[in-house]
T-cell receptor
């Protein structure tokens, strides 16, 4: 079942701007991950943040996690047209191997 | 990084026929594979969890007899859509991990199924 909600559902920005996407979830989690999907393609893993971590960086990506609010944010800095894609958060729980995906944010970066 | 392949990437079939989709982990052994379904502009919905050498675990609402899953080896899982109908048209994606406990899953490129 889908437990994640991302907002915004769609985001349109200009190259060079920052893009922020948010994800909320309902149950306690073990890890939260962000994935990217180009149209009609599979998913690419971006970053994983554990429930005991609050912030993580990878290149132009910054992820925060607030377990008290059951929410996470993904920030892409200095966006590029090639960042155009859908972005999904996914959570897993202790003792379970399955991922539960959010509804995703469609990001459009215009040159 | 770990690579997961799917075959075919695209398939068109007539209503009533069965379609088999393969998911392979190319450079690691996948004790667990997952099958997802994705409708246009929607998120991924987990259909089933496939464990090597045992029966798949299906999510609620997924018909076991319609979506047959076989995980005969540590590098191959297959999804067979039996007696396909137009409403089965969708994007089917598999993923795999070699930890068996969540964390990062490696996704295949997906299979676009169109049932006429």
């Amino acid at each position: 079942s889908q437990q994640g909600e991302e907002d915004p559902q769609a985001l349109s920005i200009q190259e060079g701007e920052n893009a922020t996407m948010n994800c909320s979830y309902k149950t306690s989690i073990n890890n939260l991950q962000w994935y990217r999907q180009n149209s009609g393609r599979g998913l690419v893993h971006l970053i994983l943040i554990r429930s005991n971590e609050r912030e993580k960086h990878s290149g132009r990506l910054r992820v925060t996690l607030d377990t008290s609010k059951k929410s996470s944010s993904l920030l892409i800095t200095a966006s590029r047209a090639a960042d155009t894609a859908s972005y999904f958060c996914a959570t897993d729980r202790y003792g379970y191997s399955t991922l539960t995906f959010g509804k995703g944010t469609m990001l459009l970066v215009s040159p | 990084g770990a690579v997961v392949s799917q075959h075919p990437s695209r398939v068109i079939c007539k209503s009533g026929t069965s379609v088999k989709i393969e998911c392979r982990s190319l450079d690691f052994q996948a004790t667990t594979m997952f099958w997802y379904r994705q409708f246009p502009k929607q998120s991924l919905m987990l259909m089933a969890t496939s464990n090597e050498g045992s029966k798949a675990t299906y999510e609620q609402g997924v018909e076991k007899d319609k979506f047959l899953i076989n995980h005969a080896s540590l590098t191959l899982s297959t999804l067979t859509v039996t007696s396909a109908h137009p409403e089965d048209s969708s994007f089917y994606i598999c993923s795999a991990n070699d930890h068996g406990g969540g964390r990062e899953q490696f996704f295949g490129p997906g299979t676009r199924l169109t049932v006429l």
